[in-house]
T-cell receptor, first 112, second 113 residues
Framework: KAGVTQTPRYLIKTRGQQVTLSCSPI?????VSWYQQTPGQGLQFLFE???????NKGNFPGRFSGRQFSNSRSEMNVSTLELGDSALYLC???????????FGQGTRLTVV | QKEVEQNSGPLSVPEGAIASLNCTYS??????FFWYRQYSGKSPELIMFIYSNGDKEDGRFTAQLNKASQYVSLLIRDSQPSDSATYLC?????????????FGSGTRLLVRP
């Protein structure tokens, strides 16, 4: 069974640009969550999608947004990038009734 | 947003010993709890989840949950150098089977050969 796939793995952007990250969950999983990991703040929850609906949202500015498609694949978008957005962005995939949440390999975003 | 607290370590144990990792959380309504292992430069890897009071065992790992004390722990028996990593405790604050994992800052474990 394939795991959670995130693309791209690495990304370098300039301040002020926007970026879109993609996450394909484990087959059959309908919940996708996004997290930001930085050395200073650790792992922080961004948002969760289930059946194309955002169910939970963390404390991030509106520049951070996401969506989920009918095939459960999810994208997150960060607009007007700031240097502080440099981080490892992780998505986690979960089944509807199970309790496990499995992470992808992450996308490392560097803003210069 | 509620808090999840972990001792940052490092916790150093000799090979073959039992490593005990602890986590406390502030949200009494939390229902499920997770332990992840993260090697440097890698993504978190799920070790165990637990949602009932008591112990849950899986191989060399045992998770212990005490909801009254708002405490969850992870025991690693027969620790190996390959267990050296950062261990992250996470609490699910999502309602109605949704997911909103709140993570502690992690405990770094060092297993000495």
């Amino acid at each position: 069974k394939a795991g959670v796939t995130q693309t791209p793995r690495y990304l370098i952007k300039t301040r002020g640009q926007q970026v879109t990250l993609s996450c394909s969950p484990i087959s059959g999983h309908r919940s996708v969550s996004w997290y930001q990991q930085t050395p200073g703040q650790g792992l922080q929850f961004l948002f969760e999608y289930f059946s194309e609906t955002q169910r939970n949202k963390g404390n991030f500015p509106g520049r951070f947004s996401g969506r989920q498609f009918s095939n459960s694949r999810s994208e997150m978008n960060v607009s007007t990038l700031e240097l502080g957005d440099s981080a490892l962005y992780l998505c986690a995939s979960s089944s509807r009734t199970g309790s496990e949440a499995f992470f992808g390999q992450g996308t490392r975003l560097t803003v210069v | 947003q509620k808090e999840v607290e972990q001792n940052s370590g490092p916790l150093s144990v000799p090979e073959g010993a039992i490593a005990s990792l602890n986590c406390t959380y502030s949200d009494r309504g939390s229902q499920s709890f997770f332990w992840y292992r993260q090697y440097s430069g890698k993504s978190p890897e799920l070790i165990m989840f637990i949602y009932s009071n008591g112990d849950k065992e899986d191989g060399r790992f045992t998770a212990q949950l005490n909801k009254a004390s708002q405490y969850v722990s992870l025991l690693i028996r027969d620790s190996q150098p390959s267990d050296s990593a950062t261990y992250l405790c996470a609490v699910n604050e999502g309602m109605d089977s949704s997911y909103k994992l709140i993570f502690g800052s992690g405990t770094r474990l060092l297993v000495r050969p």
